[in-house]
């Protein structure tokens, strides 16, 4: 068996203190955490991205208007916030629909906003990180990639996963690094629209906490919680017959 290719080597993460930080979804549950906790880290700007207008308090915000799901917006985003070194590619939606019986059309929207979405941010900033000197994109993921009970939202997560591992590869050798943050249910609005009655593991501050702590500390990939670590630990298990799902 051939030995598994050696990860190349990126640059040392960028510390958040006095660091130029972009951040899509801003005004969620996640997205206001990783806002607030970058600037108390002391970021020097954060480019808060949200779908519509929201106002911040903090002079240090720059607020954009961004649908990841329009090039044109997304390319916008990346010469306004051309000093960022650091992404933080956390917008997203959700969707409890059958794979097998829901509307194709809510189906593509997920893995639309979740995949390509996502995809198209950092294709856009990754050459602007390379002009920067180098940096990261914070690709935020989730455990519903290892557990497909959450049907097309585990599907474009999924796919995520594998395109922030295969993004890691080619951008290592430009100096810029990618980071996947797996998390379980997180008390959320999009948790709560989308997949109600559910509990919750973490709490949105506890997540972005961690996230940043082991970024800092230069983890490629961060596991939120012990849900998520178990999940991924599973992968190893032989299948078995999965009990009925309940519409």
């Given at each position: 068996m051939t030995p598994p290719t050696p990860l190349p080597r990126s640059s040392s993460p960028?510390?958040?203190?006095?660091?130029?930080?972009?951040?899509?979804?801003?005004?969620?549950?996640?997205?206001?955490?990783?806002?607030?906790?970058?600037?108390?880290?002391?970021?020097?700007?954060?480019?808060?991205?949200?779908?519509?207008?929201?106002?911040?308090?903090?002079?240090?915000?720059?607020?954009?208007?961004?649908?990841?799901?329009?090039?044109?917006?997304?390319?916008?985003?990346?010469?306004?916030?051309?000093?960022?070194?650091?992404?933080?590619?956390?917008?997203?939606?959700?969707?409890?629909?059958?794979?097998?019986?829901?509307?194709?059309?809510?189906?593509?929207?997920?893995v639309e906003t979740n995949l390509w979405g996502s995809l198209r941010v950092a294709r856009a900033f990754a050459p602007v990180l390379e002009a920067n000197g180098g940096g990261t994109i914070l690709d935020v993921l989730s455990a519903a990639a290892w557990d497909h009970r959450l049907k097309s939202y585990s599907v474009s997560k999924a796919a995520l996963w594998a395109a922030t591992n295969g993004m890691r590869l080619e951008l290592a050798p430009r100096g810029v690094r990618v980071v996947g943050l797996v998390l379980s249910f997180t008390d959320t609005a999009m948790r709560r629209t989308f997949f109600p009655g559910v509990p919750d593991v973490n709490q949105p501050a506890d997540v972005v906490r961690t996230a940043y702590d082991r970024y800092e500390a230069g983890a490629l990939e961060i596991l939120a919680d012990a849900h998520s670590a178990a999940l991924k630990a599973a992968l190893a298990e032989p299948l078995v017959e999965a009990a009925s799902d309940p519409e």
């Open positions: 960028v510390p958040i203190e006095g660091a130029s930080v972009f951040v899509t979804g801003a005004d969620g549950g996640l997205g206001t955490e990783f806002v607030a906790q970058a600037l108390d880290r002391g970021a020097a700007v954060v480019h808060a991205a949200t779908l519509e207008p929201h106002r911040w308090s903090d002079p240090r915000v720059r607020p954009l208007v961004v649908d990841i799901r329009d090039g044109a917006s997304v390319e916008a985003a990346a010469s306004a916030a051309a000093d960022a070194r650091i992404v933080v590619n956390n917008a997203g939606t959700g969707s409890a629909a059958s794979l097998v019986t829901g509307d194709l059309d809510q189906l593509r929207d997920v």
